[in-house]
């Protein structure tokens, strides 16, 4: 039996990608650096990368400490990872798009208005 992914994560305090598996092939998750306190959210940047290379995206998520509670940024990417897996293609198309439109990354927000996998 594979080990649940979403766990995979938060072993042992290490940061480790987490694998999704998409339509588009396999993708590694991984936080791009540290969580930032941002008032009442924390922001973690986000790294998906192909397994063959070929294609990387960053994105950001900003959840309300509410929703976050006590989890460490490993821990929230580890509650992203299901929910990345499932809107992959959404999710991959709006960040690409913000980056080649507007030369930024996309900022999902996680609130009390949109809870996403909180």
């Known amino acids: 039996m ?4 979403a ?3 938060v072993r042992g305090g290490l940061t480790l990608a987490i694998i999704l598996d998409t339509a588009r092939g396999r993708y ?4 791009a650096g540290p969580a930032d ?3 009442d959210a924390l922001v973690i940047t986000l790294t998906l990368e ?3 290379g070929i294609e990387r995206v960053a994105l950001r998520c900003r959840v309300a400490r509410a929703l976050a509670g006590a989890a460490d940024a490993d821990e929230i990417v580890a509650r ?4 990345l897996e ?3 293609e959404s999710v991959r198309e709006t960040a690409l798009k913000t980056i080649r439109a507007e ?3 996309h900022e999902f927000v996680f609130d009390a208005a949109k809870r996403g996998p909180f």
Request: no cysteine; glycine share 4%; net charge positive.
């Open 37 to 39: 306190a941002a008032g």
């Open 86 to 88: 499932r809107d992959f």
């Open 103 to 105: 030369r930024r990354m």
């Open 80 to 83: 992203l990872a299901p929910w």
């Open 7 to 9: 766990l995979v994560a």
């Open 28 to 31: 590694a998750l991984a936080p």
């Open 50 to 52: 192909r397994a063959d």
């Open 2 to 5: 594979a080990a649940d992914p």
